[in-house]
Structures are given as structure tokens and as C-alpha cells.
């Protein structure tokens, strides 16, 4: 395939400095841009989160949950993957669609660095859930082969349980870390939400999609949008025996 008519090709990565060297008007209607910008992020969203969930069976005492959480990794990785093969469906490079999300969700980790096992496996359970509604919500404006695509992929996620029992069972036996877990939830959450925002106008395709998808949307969209997630946090929070 010429790369020139394919503005994602791996060897494309380093013009990657305006949206016109990514996507120029006369090679990628405007539907796909969108989509495959969504895919991008929920492809790095994917990667990350592998790699914190990891760290997290790393740093847990107790070898069931350890298997667990190595699990859930690994299926955060597949998802990954499946996305990868998402994304060469519209002939686009996975890496090169991940790339403008790098600086975003690696400054959000950057900045929620967990001190210990416990305040890492709340913000793969906080933080997963966010991103999974964020991309959720953005999904429903594309369309429907990859709204389809996403939302199938996200809603069969399975709850994380033994992350709820994990720090239940730590709560119990010292409520101390009540408190402390709810301070590191909630911060989680703004930072989450800030980064989803971040992401959210890193392209003009996917500011559009947070306005609704189409011209003229209705600006007050984005908030019912977070005002809904924010909602679903809040239950999540509660499942954990956090304070919201």
C-alpha cells in the first residue's frame, strides 16, 4: 500500500504533528477519523492498563489475587490486541493511531503512582471503569460497525471481583484504610476524568464526538456526559465500601 494514501502507515509515526499530516481531507472521510482516533485511545487506554495490572499482580501479597489480577492483565493485553486488528481494518497503524495519546495517559500515570498494592489495584478498578465509560459514551456517536465493535468489546468486560473482595477483606480488618482508600479513589477519579478530557480534545474528530458527533450538537452534552459517569463511579465506590 502507498503510504502516502494511508496517513497511518508505521513509517508515517514522526509527521505526526498536525492533523492535516494525519489526516488529510482528501484521504480519510471525516467518520473514519473519528473512529479511528477513538480506536487509537482505547488501544493505549488498553496497553496501560495492561501494564499497571501487571505491576499490581506484582506487588500483591496473596497468591490467588495474584493469579487474578495476572489474568485480568492478560485479557486487558488481548483487548489491546483486538483493537490493533480493529484499527488495520481501516488501514491504519496501531501505533501510529495510539501515538497522540501517548503524553495524556502516561502524564495521568505519572501523576498516580501508587505507594503501595492496595492503592493500585482502587485505581485499576476506578480508573479501568472510567475509561471503559468514557470510551462507551464517545462510542455511541460513531458508526455502527465500530460503536458496535466497542461497545461489545467494553460491556463484556467482566466486573473486577476479586478487586472488590481484595479491598473489602482489607478494610475489614483495618478501618484505617477506609479513609485513606477513599482520599486515593477520589483522587483518582479527577485525574481520570482530567485525562479523559485531555484525550477528548487532543483531535478535532474526537471533540466533535464529546459534543455529540455531529455539527451543531449541543454543547451541554459533554456535561451530561461526565455527569453520567460520574454517577457510575459513584456505584463503583460503593462496591468497594469507599466513600464516594
Known amino acids: 500500500m502507498d503510504p502516502l494514501a494511508n496517513p497511518y502507515a508505521a513509517d508515517t509515526v514522526s509527521a505526526m504533528t498536525t492533523d492535516a499530516a494525519v489526516f488529510p481531507g482528501d484521504k480519510v472521510p471525516p467518520g473514519d477519523a473519528a473512529a479511528v482516533d ?10 496501560t492498563g495492561f501494564e499497571e495490572l501487571a505491576a499490581d499482580a506484582q506487588m500483591t501479597p496473596h497468591l490467588a489475587a495474584k493469579l487474578t489480577f495476572a489474568r485480568m492483565a492478560a485479557a486487558m493485553f488481548e483487548r489491546c490486541e483486538r483493537v490493533g486488528r480493529r484499527l488495520e481494518a481501516h488501514g491504519a497503524s496501531a ?3 495510539m501515538a497522540p495519546f501517548m503524553t495524556p495517559v502516561d502524564q495521568f500515570h505519572t501523576r498516580t503512582t501508587p505507594s503501595d498494592w492496595l492503592e493500585g489495584i482502587v485505581k485499576a478498578y476506578v480508573g479501568d471503569g472510567i475509561v471503559r465509560d468514557f470510551h462507551l459514551e464517545m462510542a455511541r456517536h ?7 465493535f466497542v461497545v461489545d468489546m467494553l460491556t463484556s468486560v467482566p466486573d473486577a471481583e476479586a478487586i472488590v473482595a481484595e479491598v473489602r477483606v482489607a478494610i475489614a480488618a483495618d478501618e484505617r484504610l477506609g479513609g485513606r482508600l477513599s482520599l486515593w479513589a477520589r ?15 487532543e483531535r478535532d474528530s474526537l471533540t466533535a464526538l464529546l459534543l455529540g458527533g455531529e455539527p451543531g450538537s449541543d454543547i451541554n452534552e459533554a456535561g451530561r456526559m461526565f455527569a453520567r459517569m460520574t454517577q457510575a463511579h459513584t456505584e463503583r465506590m460503593g462496591r468497594l ?3 464516594a
Request: hydrophobic letters at 50%; aromatic letters at 2%.
Open 38 to 47: 477513538l480506536l487509537g485511545a482505547l488501544a493505549y487506554a488498553q496497553l
Open 95 to 97: 501505533e501510529a493511531a
Open 142 to 148: 460513531l458508526s455502527g460497525a465500530d460503536r458496535d
Open 187 to 201: 483522587r483518582i477519579m479527577g485525574e481520570t476524568m482530567q485525562a479523559t478530557q485531555s484525550v477528548a480534545v
Open 241 to 243: 465500601g469507599l466513600s
